[in-house]
């Protein structure tokens, strides 16, 4: 039985989903049937034992290492990639006990620097891509201003000339298309060394029937490889909508892995139904008591304000049924909002913030009928109430920081204030639409996104706008609390003075309804 030595630079059976680990498995699984094979693999071992297959591996090296290694590529006019999975005990091993094999198999092109001088025996190499081409593409597709466009594009270069040699050097070079065959022929002598490898497409298509109505398009790559980004990308932007001029309702599916067991590149989510997500960014927009804010152990700073929310909706009779009131008295602040009308007539949200130490002297249905009365004289109607009445200990919330990792807060998660001026939700919405906006301008910024930065933009856009909306309401509360009768004449002067100047009351306006964006 003759025996292979097959090298690649990851462990194969690491359950890894990434393209290359999984073929590597395939292929050894294939040989093993007929072959005696010796699998050797830079990374942890973990005493792994398989039917029929003797393995080697070899310790990655640290950081350190790796940079070291990488400058001697570069000097040596290698590839960065080459540097990245070199290992000097796996070369010498390799060395040592090549001729012990009658063939070696290499699994993609970096495990090509592996290859021992006087060998004798056959060597096959799976390339399966023609990098050089890989990496010229994407650089194309990156901006000038971004610093891979020219790494990737010297990248290219360098693997061109390692292409050449390898195709001088190797008894057989796997390829998987007619495309990359032809390509190659084209720029290297390399005819009668080329397995082609795409049998499979042709097979799936005999094989398999589709329906437009259930069809999903599917894409299945490692999501950290910025050439598999790429390519969703634009098959997002300028394939998938001219499929769907033919058939609407198709599904473009995307399953990829992102940097196994490396949490600064992923947050991974169990949901309530036991399955478990991957995700780049996780965007807590959960309220007031939010779980992410919880996981992400961020830093919480509370307020109380020393009031009770006491909340209903009612139908009253007013002269202008869509304009809020409010009215500021020593039975607290009593805001009544227009909602749609119902069958009962012009119906009101009303949020009743109410002191303390008022409020602790009675029942809350007792209150409302000791007090309401005092505001319908006010209002000059009937308030009749036709919900349950409800009420929450009035406080506000934020963190020192709206960011853990990739996890982000947005929204009531992120912060809450006094609702004497309604302005919890527009604050939500303005958090919203500036993530967003910092998501779309990383998007257009560079395909490699940096999300640490896209975050960041967003916590010191949205926090310093937030916190400033806090403490004024906070002063306002303050003010409109004080039973001085100074503070109350000075409060009465300013609404009054806004209220007269058009200006200032079309500034109050916008910014309450979200137009004066920050």
Known sequence: ????????????????????VIRSFKIINLLKRRYKIDLVFLGRKDNLRIKDLNVISFEQPNYLKKILYCIISLLKLEPIQFGLFYSESMKNYIQENSNNYDVIFFHHIRSSQFLPKDYYGKTILDMGDLYSDNYSQTSKYLSFLNPLKYIYYLESLIIKSVEAKIFSIFDEVLLFSKKEVDKANKSYDSVKKIIQIDESVEKLHKKLSFSSKKLKILFVGNLNYLPNILACKNFIKDILPRIRIKI???????IGDIKENDSDNFCEVLLSNNKTLNAMVVAGCDGRNSNVAKIAKLNEIKTNYNQTAITFTANAKLDDNHTAIQIFSDKGIFAIMPCPSDKNGPTHTIVWSVNNDLLDKYEVNQFLKDYLGYFE?????KITIHSEVLSFKLSSHSFKSYVAGRKVLIGDAAHSIHPLAGQGINLGFADADAFCEEIITEYERSANVNYKKMLKRYEVRRKTFNELMLRSMQMFVDIFKSENLYMRLLRNIGLSSVNETSFLKRFFINHASGKNKI
């Open 1 to 20: 039985m003759k025996r292979i030595l097959f090298i690649t630079t990851r462990n194969p059976y690491s359950g890894r989903y990434s393209g290359d």
């Open 248 to 254: 609407p309702n198709i599904k473009f599916c995307i």
């Open 377 to 381: 004289k006010k209002l000059e109607t």
